[in-house]
């Protein structure tokens, strides 16, 4: 007779003892869903052998920190490749330096930190109060102002705070200020940028308006997009990761130009993500866009 209050899941044997010879005729249901790891940060990572994910995306797990200054539609890129399943990482902080960036609102939405850190505080500080407008180097030697330290020191704390949110990645997604040393020697091939041309082509803020430029004159009747890593404090110059190719047509207007870069920039930034995650360099070199 069987004692009550004992589960028994088969004949003669309490829960908790194994049967011998094995258990036949019981199912073990396996957990759903992938096996998660904690590193040593605590995060939970999935195991990844490096497939391919069904989407055409690597499924790797990281944690992203992502710097941009306009409307933000590349980070609103990042988002919805994260909440499709197309990105396996996680978008752990959002930093703009302009006050209405769209960027601030995309992230707001989706529940992540949002810090707001604007260049001009560190600008006020820095400048000697009796100087107004420009100097020029000798003044500056003369008055004992180094005009470089606000840019310095605004890196050096841009650095902590982005260091605080321990990224596996740093993103810069239309990130309008030149990150000196101060910052990108705390994060040595961590920090990679999008960029609307094609390497060694047009770097600048105006990359597509210049490549316009030059289609229009003739020279050129492409151009592209590339994420490059970002070593030092060159424009636009770093270890390209991938690019794509984009044709110009010969009666295509300049907006339908910025617009076809735009869904470019928005499945590429995509794709290097994951695959620097990945531990790969460069994008397959087929990838191109007509």
């Known amino acids: 007779m069987e004692r009550a209050g004992r ?20 199912r073990r249901r396996r957990p759903r869903g992938p096996r998660l ?37 590349n980070l609103g ?29 995309l992230a707001e939405r989706a529940g992540i930190p949002v810090h707001y850190r604007p260049l001009a505080p560190y600008r006020k500080e820095a400048r000697p109060a009796h100087e107004k407008g420009s100097v020029t180097a000798t003044a500056s030697a003369a008055c004992g102002w180094d005009p470089t330290a606000d840019r310095r020191r605004y890196d050096a704390d841009l650095a902590e705070l982005v260091a605080s949110v321990e990224p596996d990645l740093v993103v810069l997604a239309g990130w309008m200020h030149l990150l000196s040393s101060d910052f990108l020697g705390h994060f040595p091939n961590r920090v990679i940028n999008l960029h ?56 295509e207007t300049l907006e339908a130009l910025r617009g076809r870069i735009r869904a470019v920039e928005h499945d590429l930034i995509v794709r290097a993500i994951a695959m620097t995650l990945a531990g790969r360099q460069r994008v397959p070199v087929s990838m191109s866009a007509s």
């Open 196 to 251: 609307p041309a094609l390497p060694g082509e047009f770097p600048g803020s105006d990359a597509i308006g210049d490549a316009w430029g030059a289609f229009k004159a003739g020279r050129i009747n492409r151009t592209g997009v590339m994420v490059h890593y970002v070593p030092d404090e060159g424009v636009d110059s770093g270890p390209p990761i991938a690019s794509v190719e984009v044709a110009i047509g010969p009666r």
């Open 77 to 105: 890129a990042i988002l919805d490749a994260v909440a499709q399943g197309r990105l396996d990482a996680e978008v752990a902080a959002v930093i703009i330096n302009r006050r209405d960036a769209g960027a601030r609102l």
């Open 7 to 26: 589960f028994r899941g088969v004949q003669g044997l309490e829960h908790g003892d194994r049967p011998r010879g094995g258990c036949r005729g019981v």
């Open 37 to 73: 790891q904690r590193d040593r940060r605590g995060h939970r990572h999935r195991r990844c052998r490096g497939q391919d994910h069904p989407g055409g995306v690597l499924a790797v797990t990281g944690r992203l920190v992502v710097l941009a200054s306009g409307a933000g539609t």
